[in-house]
């Protein structure tokens, strides 16, 4: 009973996912161009959020193909969904983690870091395809997603920042859910958990705190 | 034995020059805080580290221990001389969103050198870093009439060719003149004598006089 119900909760969050977050996506996008056109200048935090997710729809697009549709029998997983080397589903998570990363940066004003966490992740790419060798992905993958997560929240309690402290818990809810605990209840509960969060927060209602940040 | 002795006296020579750069840039540093010089120091440490590596390789005696296929101890230093290169002219040009590249950029080419004996990536590096990065040093330092990136554009320059000359003795008089360079443009030798500004000197001279006597 128990599984099927986990079984369940799986289909109807992978579901949820890949409806959900496009259209946040989208959402987003459309804030970006509209605020680029109101004050014509690009608001740098805005569009990283918006890559952020427009990776996110990318990663959670071929996970939905590999598990809920038939083609999950006809796809490599070896180029779809391998976390332990690079693949499609395993570079998207790298690249959110990166974007995160210098979010992270651009919020605290740490110049000389902007670019840091694109080289990094540009350089175990290029060792990837010159020796096969990924052995920096997944420790890099565990080791950015605790650091961003702890100084977003951080960022986002200092500064009283609503996108940084809403993208630190969005990050909270589906990190689990994409490297460890998908297929446990918990697992299951934060897949259901983040589309929600996410929507919230991407049509602009997560203000827990009054003023935003001004650029 | 000869060959061993004139090879001994020029290493020792540079080491020397070396030892009185890292004071007077240490000396600098003291006086003005400012950071660019603590990548100077860590340089011409790397340096000191390879001269000492030299010496006692001529005594048949080998500090340079290898790890994996062909990361080397001299190799680290080398790949620190290249960063501190990039990263005096990143500085220079204030670009300051790529200071990190050239660390990030070693760390992998590094570990490149710890898997594999392939040296093309390593060599591609020194390449551009040995020969791009001074001439556009020499070009910036003659340009904003800055004497120590001149001096230091020219010894980087001086020293890749030693680096690259296979003929004997040459390239060890190379890097004595290089480390001479160098020397005087921590002296700031440039400054006063190539760079100088003699009717910006008297019109400021002048202006001061005038100044005096208008007082008076």
Redesign the interface.
């Known amino acids: 009973m128990i599984l099927q119900t986990v079984d369940l909760v799986e289909v109807v969050a992978n579901y949820l996912g890949i409806t959900i977050i496009p259209i946040m996506t989208i959402i987003l996008g459309r804030k970006v161009i509209l605020e680029r056109r109101k004050i014509n200048k690009f608001n740098m935090i805005r569009f990283i959020i918006f890559c952020i997710f427009l990776t996110l729809s990318w990663l959670l697009m071929w996970e939905f193909l590999y598990e809920s549709t038939p083609l999950g029998g006809v796809l490599n997983y070896e180029l779809v969904k391998a976390i332990y080397t690079f693949s499609l589903y395993s570079f998207g998570i790298g690249l959110m983690i990166t974007l995160s990363l210098v979010m992270m940066t651009y919020i605290n004003r740490w ?6 966490p694109f ?2 992740f540009a ?1 175990m790419f ?2 990837f395809l ?2 096969e ?1 990924a052995i920096f992905l997944i420790p890099y993958i565990f080791a950015g997603g605790v650091i961003a997560v702890v100084f977003l929240f951080a960022t986002g309690l200092r500064l009283k920042d609503n996108s940084s402290f809403g993208l630190a818990i969005f990050a909270t809810l589906i990190f689990p859910t994409l490297m460890v605990a998908e297929k446990t209840i918990v697992g299951q509960i934060l897949s259901l958990a983040y589309p929600i969060f996410g929507i919230i927060f991407a049509l602009g209602y997560f203000k827990l705190f009054k003023a935003d940040v001004v650029e | 034995m000869s060959d061993f002795l004139v090879s001994l006296t020029l290493e020792i020579i540079f080491l020397i020059f070396c030892v009185i750069t890292i004071i007077i840039i240490l000396r600098t540093y003291f006086e003005n805080r400012e950071s660019v010089y603590i990548g100077l120091i860590a340089f011409f440490a790397a340096m000191l580290f390879n001269s000492i590596f030299r010496v006692t390789n001529l005594f048949n005696i080998t500090l340079d221990l290898v790890f994996g296929a062909r990361l080397s101890f001299s190799n680290i230093i080398a790949l620190v001389i290249f960063d501190i290169q990039l990263i005096f002219f990143l500085y220079l040009k204030k670009l ?6 050239p660390i ?2 070693s ?2 080419l590094g ?2 050198l710890y ?2 004996e392939t040296l093309i990536f390593f060599i591609s590096y020194a390449v551009v870093i040995g020969f791009i990065i001074p001439v556009i040093l020499i070009r910036e330092g003659r340009k904003t009439r800055n004497g120590l990136a001149f001096g230091l554009g020219l010894f980087f320059l001086i020293y890749g060719l030693g680096k690259m000359l296979q003929v004997p003795i040459v390239p060890e008089i190379l890097r004595i003149v290089g480390i001479i360079v160098s020397t005087l443009a921590v002296l700031e030798f440039f400054d006063k004598y190539l760079f100088h500004d003699k009717e910006e000197k008297e019109r400021i001279q002048s202006a001061w006089i005038s100044k005096l006597t208008a007082k008076k």
């Open positions: 110049e000389s870091l902007y670019y840091v080289f990094i350089g290029i060792v010159l020796t060798i | 300051k969103k790529f200071y990190y590249l990030v950029a760390f992998y570990f490149g898997i594999d």
